[in-house]
């Protein structure tokens, strides 16, 4: 049963991380999007995945704002949002990044952002977003883990995934991609620095580290006390952005930026920031990337 399980497992990433997006990076980018939309509605694919990331909805989030009869549906456009990283990743690194650019829609200028925090969250078919910004000359910095070598063993083709996203950040950001260890200490000095630093607020914080909680989906959600107390400090001004599938159905993005705003205090940004992420959460909660980390999040 064991070696079954790992057979399957392996061809499921193979599918998924391997021969689906690098089948799209031949195709153009409409012809890829239909397939990627006829290929989510496969049952099988990502189909213990999206199961608990729905049961988990079921259960945190806010009572109705997801259809329980809405199932299928819902699973369907979660595993879009999966798949569509994955291939934009893929054009981004065999040199079609123009293209994952045009089907991004832009509700605001994205120069707005320019030398201010953009302050996001895991959401959507986000992987984009730095290629985005470097194309716009915001000069992106951001945090980033390096994939544990574990995986290379026991999921070797998602592992490929992980090194393609590591190579990609570093391509793009250069000497302002931050690997994860004493990140801290160099964040406060880049938000002195031009360009534009990228935030995600919404991680579990690191056991024993101070945190803020703020209200999200009727809850105590907990945040991160270091990085709010370092940007109320300095008075750094920052953006929120959601880089979201677009709800038309085609498989593009659109873009949403609000700001700027100026944090009096690191509690009072974390109040504005739970707002923020509790309004999306609660109208279109398939787009968060990290329900499967909901236990850690929220408090019990």
Same mark, same amino acid.
């Given at each position: 049963?064991?070696?079954?399980?790992y057979?399957?497992? @392996?061809?499921?990433?193979?599918?998924?991380?391997?021969? #689906?997006?690098?089948?799209?990076? &031949?195709?153009?980018?409409?012809w890829?999007?239909?397939?990627?939309?006829?290929?989510?509605?496969?049952?099988?694919?990502?189909?213990?995945?999206?199961?608990?990331?729905?049961n988990?909805?079921?259960? &945190?989030?806010?009572?109705?704002?997801?259809?329980?009869?809405?199932?299928?549906?819902?699973k369907?456009?979660?595993?879009?949002?999966?798949?569509?990283?994955?291939?934009?990743?893929?054009?981004?690194?065999?040199?079609?990044?123009?293209?994952?650019?045009? !089907? #991004?829609?832009?509700?605001?200028?994205?120069?707005?952002?320019?030398?201010?925090?953009? #302050?996001?969250?895991?959401?959507?078919p986000? #992987?984009?977003?730095?290629?985005?910004?470097?194309?716009?000359?915001?000069?992106?910095?951001f945090?980033?883990?390096?994939p544990?070598? @574990?995986?290379?063993?026991?999921?070797?083709?998602?592992?490929l995934?992980?090194?393609?996203? =590591?190579?990609?950040? !570093?391509?793009?950001?250069?000497?302002?991609?931050?690997?994860?260890?004493?990140?801290?200490?160099?964040?406060?000095?880049?938000?002195?620095?031009?360009?534009?630093?990228?935030?995600?607020?919404?991680? %579990?914080?690191?056991?024993?580290?101070?945190?803020?909680?703020?209200?999200?989906?009727?809850?105590?959600?907990?945040?991160?006390?270091?990085?709010?107390?370092?940007?109320? !400090?300095?008075?750094?001004?920052?953006?929120?952005?959601?880089?979201?599938?677009? %709800?038309?159905?085609?498989?593009?993005?659109?873009?949403?930026?609000?700001?700027?705003?100026?944090?009096?205090?690191? @509690?009072?940004?974390? @109040?504005?920031?739970?707002? &923020?992420?509790?309004?999306?959460?609660? =109208?279109?909660?398939?787009?968060?990337?990290?329900?499967?980390?909901?236990?850690? &999040?929220?408090?019990?």
């Open positions: 049963m064991r070696a079954w399980n057979m399957t497992r @392996q061809m499921a990433d193979f599918l998924l991380y391997v021969l #689906i997006p690098g089948l799209s990076v &031949f195709l153009p980018t409409a890829s999007r239909s397939l990627l939309a006829r290929i989510s509605a496969c049952g099988w694919l990502l189909s213990a995945k999206s199961d608990v990331a729905w988990l909805t079921q259960e &945190f989030a806010v009572a109705g704002s997801v259809d329980p009869g809405n199932e299928k549906v819902w369907k456009r979660w595993k879009q949002i999966e798949l569509l990283d994955v291939r934009d990743l893929y054009l981004m690194s065999f040199g079609r990044s123009r293209a994952v650019l045009a !089907e #991004i829609e832009y509700g605001a200028p994205l120069e707005t952002a320019n030398d201010r925090v953009m #302050i996001g969250m895991h959401w959507g986000s #992987i984009s977003t730095l290629k985005m910004m470097a194309e716009a000359g915001l000069a992106p910095a945090l980033y883990r390096s544990a070598t @574990q995986a290379l063993r026991r999921r070797p083709f998602y592992y995934f992980l090194s393609m996203a =590591s190579r990609h950040l !570093e391509k793009t950001m250069k000497e302002r991609a931050i690997e994860v260890g004493g990140a801290g200490r160099r964040l406060g000095p880049l938000l002195d620095q031009p360009g534009s630093v990228v935030v995600l607020m919404d991680a %579990p914080p690191m056991e024993g580290r101070p945190t803020l909680s703020g209200p999200v989906l009727n809850r105590e959600a907990v945040f991160g006390a270091g990085f709010p107390t370092i940007l109320a !400090e300095k008075h750094k001004e920052y953006m929120f952005y959601a880089l979201s599938l677009h %709800p038309d159905g085609s498989l593009r993005k659109k873009l949403e930026l609000r700001g700027p705003f100026t944090a009096d205090d690191a @509690q009072s940004f974390v @109040q504005d920031y739970a707002g &923020f992420l509790g309004e999306h959460l609660s =109208s279109d909660p398939v787009q968060w990337r990290i329900w499967h980390a909901a236990g850690q &999040f929220f408090k019990q």
